[in-house]
């Protein structure tokens, strides 16, 4: 499977990937994410904890759109590596 990383570049592609990732977020742990902002904004270091937590959300969002938008192999790709497989088994 081809890896496209060149297609989240750009302010475009860096706000689809945090969106993502803030998705994936609010779905899976959406209690903890409350607590935790509570927390985080009692910090003094909370400038710091905000950029880190913008480069978690992003590496998430590419890890979920990547395991979404992935391109399924081709039709007659599978067909040929089966009859190949076929044919080696002989």
Do not use: C, F, N
Request: glycine share 8%; aromatic share 2%.
């Amino acid at each position: 499977m081809t890896r496209e990383t060149d297609r989240w570049k750009g302010l475009d592609g860096q706000a689809v990937l945090l969106m993502a990732g803030l998705t994936d977020l609010a779905v899976s742990t959406l209690g903890s994410a409350l607590g935790t902002v509570r927390g985080l904004l009692r910090r003094s270091d909370a400038a710091e904890l905000a950029s880190e937590a913008e480069r978690d959300l992003t590496a998430r969002g590419r890890l979920v759109l990547d395991r979404y938008t992935a391109v399924p192999p081709a039709h007659l790709e599978i067909l040929a590596r089966r009859a190949l497989a076929r044919q080696v088994g002989r």
